[in-house]
């Protein structure tokens, strides 16, 4: 079993930043791919940010120059940084990790973008 621990989110005004922290916990037994899904109750989930093993990045169109994925293998800890944050990121920030054939999910962090 793995276990996904996501930390950092918040309330931030437009324009500013946070980032988010996922650790990975348990028989994890490799890298595996990572990836950020979002979910606000008015919208549908959304694949935000996804990485490779090998830490090749790929982004949602709505958030590409503004965040940032990367991976710490030794952590087993991926990071979302979220620069320019604009009202409509605010949602649940879910972590997702994928082993063999089993996916597995955080519990979320909120984050909120307010003035």
């Known amino acids: 079993q793995v276990q996904l621990v996501e930390s950092g989110g918040g309330l931030v005004q437009p324009g500013g930043s946070l980032r988010l922290s996922c650790a990975a916990s348990?028989?994890?037994?490799?890298?595996?791919?990572m990836a950020w899904y979002r979910h606000d109750p008015e919208k549908q989930r959304e694949l935000v940010a996804s990485?490779?093993?090998?830490?090749?990045?790929n982004y949602a169109d709505s958030v590409k120059g503004r965040f940032t994925i990367s991976r710490d293998n030794a952590k087993n800890t991926v990071y979302l940084q979220m620069n320019n944050l604009k009202f409509e990121d605010k949602a649940v920030y879910y972590c997702?990790?994928?082993?063999?054939?089993?996916?597995?999910w955080g519990q979320g962090t909120q984050v909120t973008v307010s003035s």
């Open positions: 997702w990790l994928q082993r063999l054939t089993t996916e597995y």
């Open positions: 348990g028989s994890i037994f490799g890298i595996w791919p």
């Open positions: 990485i490779t093993s090998g830490g090749r990045a």
